[in-house]
């Protein structure tokens, strides 16, 4: 599986943004997907998780109610909706895909996109 990510940017506070997340190679449907953020000198940190079969999500406490994470099955692609964003977010954002394991664990991850930069201006 290859994974593409897209869509970061310069954003003010309270504003939006729209990550994406293009997968190639094998049959991504038997994958769940996740966005994992790294801000300068700090871990990757979990943010959202979905199970691509049952669509099922899971969220970190700091972006529940403001970001929400989809698929669209036809266009093997992953997204985030970044909603109210806040200086705190910025950070380098990764999508990666997995078949079983701790989700919230970036090492059980085996599939990484490169990252896309979020920067929310204050």
């Known amino acids: 599986v290859q994974l593409q990510a897209s869509g970061g940017g310069l954003v003010q506070t309270g504003g939006s943004v729209r990550l994406s997340c293009k997968a190639s190679?094998?049959?991504?449907?038997?994958?769940?997907v996740a966005w994992f953020r790294q801000a300068p000198g700090k871990e990757r940190a979990f943010v959202a998780h979905?199970?691509?079969?049952?669509?099922?999500?899971s969220y970190a406490d700091s972006v529940k109610g403001r970001f929400t994470i989809s698929r669209d099955n036809s266009k093997n692609t992953a997204y985030l909706q970044m909603n109210s964003l806040r200086p705190e977010d910025t950070a380098n954002y990764y999508c990666a895909a997995q078949l079983a394991g701790d989700y919230r664990q970036p090492t059980n991850y085996g599939y990484w996109g490169q990252g896309t930069q979020v920067t929310v201006s204050s």
């Open positions: 190679g094998r049959a991504f449907r038997n994958y769940s």
């Open positions: 979905m199970y691509w079969g049952a669509g099922a999500t």
